[in-house]
């Protein structure tokens, strides 16, 4: 049997399904931009991870 193509599954408790979004500046795409390169993570993980400090 042939392995099944695709993205595999994503446990429930792993699962995100909500999308936040926001308009930026120029400006602030910019400085965005610079702190999460420095930071080295993805800019999901980055939002996500500032966000959460934030809360």
Same mark, same amino acid.
């Given at each position: 049997? /042939?392995? +099944?193509?695709?993205?595999? +599954?994503?446990? /429930?408790? +792993?699962?995100?399904? =909500?999308?936040?979004?926001?308009?930026?500046?120029?400006?602030?795409? $910019? #400085? =965005? *931009?610079?702190?999460? $390169?420095?930071?080295?993570?993805? !800019? *999901?993980?980055?939002?996500? +991870? !500032?966000?959460?400090? #934030? *809360?």
């Amino acid at each position: 049997m /042939k392995p +099944k193509m695709g993205r595999p +599954k994503v446990a /429930k408790a +792993k699962l995100r399904g =909500i999308l936040v979004q926001a308009r930026l500046s120029p400006d602030e795409n $910019k #400085a =965005i *931009s610079a702190a999460v $390169k420095r930071s080295g993570l993805s !800019t *999901s993980e980055w939002v996500r +991870k !500032t966000l959460l400090s #934030a *809360s």
